[in-house]
């Protein structure tokens, strides 16, 4: 098996001290690894609070393998992936959330499944998802949608755990600013028509996430008002209205 070298992007606010321990984990699992040939971390900081950038910058300073980006002021966590994934310098990129959800053992189950296949893609489906059942509830209408939509078989459409090449990654054209990046990602990359396989992988108990009913209610307005927008864009292009 050819040795890969791997970027890590991610996305944060307000996340310390929690993401300084898991780059720290990112970069002891390349460290060990003996399928990465090369590693690198890059955060995007989505506006913490100044004293939590702070902690996370100083972590890190002197560490050529970590890289911290700041946004100006809080722009989303779309526009930070991207932001971070202009910056991947490897031949892959793996992209996670920063709450420590996906274990970065996972990686080995992507690298097995990938193997020596011409494959460009590694989709994951998590083996249970830890949130409130609104959200599950939700992110299983979700899927059912996406999957007419782009005409797909993905178990889990809305999976932000992915290893894709970095040109590829680097090449979408990608347009979801706030919480629907995880869609985003998986639409444009099967619109790419590249290879891709499905995984599984496996998930951190985690508390279910509480939030007020009205944030609920704005939450799933969005994630549906961008799964009309999936709708109509595919419509348009199969129509030849659009590239």
């Known amino acids: 098996r050819r040795m890969k070298s791997i970027s890590i992007v991610t996305a944060a606010f307000n996340e310390c001290p929690g993401i300084i321990h898991l780059a720290n984990e990112w970069l002891a699992f390349f460290d060990q690894h003996p399928d990465i040939s090369e590693g690198e971390v890059i955060i995007c900081d989505d506006h913490s609070d100044w004293q939590q950038y702070e902690s996370l910058r100083d972590a890190f300073i002197g560490n050529h393998q970590v890289t911290i980006l700041r946004n100006e002021v809080n722009e989303g966590p779309g526009f930070s992936f991207q932001k971070a994934i202009a910056q991947a310098k490897f031949d892959w990129t793996l992209i996670t959330d920063s709450d420590g959800q996906f274990p970065i053992i996972n990686v080995n189950q992507m690298l097995s499944a990938l193997g020596d ?127």
């Open 117 to 243: 296949q011409e494959t460009d893609i590694v989709f994951t489906h998590r083996n249970r998802k830890y949130d409130n059942e609104f959200n599950r509830f939700g992110q299983k209408v979700s899927n059912k949608l996406c999957n007419s939509i782009f005409n797909s078989q993905l178990q889990d459409f809305s999976c932000a755990f992915k290893l894709v090449k970095t040109p590829l990654l680097q090449s979408l054209k990608l347009d979801a600013r706030f919480m629907n990046y995880s869609l985003d990602h998986t639409g444009k990359l099967l619109n790419s028509s590249a290879k891709w396989i499905e995984t599984q992988v496996t998930c951190r108990v985690a508390e279910a996430r509480k939030r007020n009913i009205s944030s609920e209610i704005k939450r799933a307005k969005n994630r549906f008002l961008y799964i009309a927008y999936l709708f109509f864009t595919q419509y348009l292009r199969k129509n030849r209205v659009i590239f």
